[in-house]
């Protein structure tokens, strides 16, 4: 009886082995598969923005209260519309401002310490 006993023991032991050995190559499978083949990042749709009719422009203008001398580095839209902006220069640390064109106005403002 207890030799019946031991070889269900080691047939569970030998089956379990190989369950883990077949899932390590197919973990292994898909690491190497997806690293040959990586997935292109979904693309963003951005929300076209009606235009607002305004006496000085199509979109008005927005008055930046930045001093002389500040150069924008990179300008960036996001998926909801809002367009974002590195600016540097001007006597001041880094920034980056958040803009909405819809509304027309700044939605916020990260100053970066220097």
């Known amino acids: 009886m207890e030799k019946q006993g031991s070889r269900a023991l080691l ?6 082995g190989v369950l883990l050995f077949i899932g390590s190559l197919v973990l292994v499978g898909v690491l ?10 979904l ?3 951005v929300a076209a923005t009606p235009a607002i009719p305004h006496e000085e422009g199509e979109y008005g203008s927005l008055m ?3 001093p002389a001398g500040t150069r924008i580095e990179s300008v960036t839209v996001r998926p909801d519309g ?3 902006a590195a600016l ?5 640390a880094g920034r980056i401002i958040i803009w ?3 509304g027309r106005r700044i939605v916020a403002r990260l100053v970066l310490a220097p």
Do not use: F, K
């Open 82 to 84: 809002m367009v974002v």
């Open 43 to 45: 693309p963003h749709t």
């Open 11 to 16: 047939a569970a032991v030998i089956g379990m």
């Open 100 to 102: 909405d064109p819809a």
């Open 64 to 66: 930046l209260d930045e």
């Open 88 to 92: 540097a220069g001007g006597d001041r």
């Open 32 to 41: 190497v598969h997806r690293m040959m083949h990586p997935q292109a990042s």
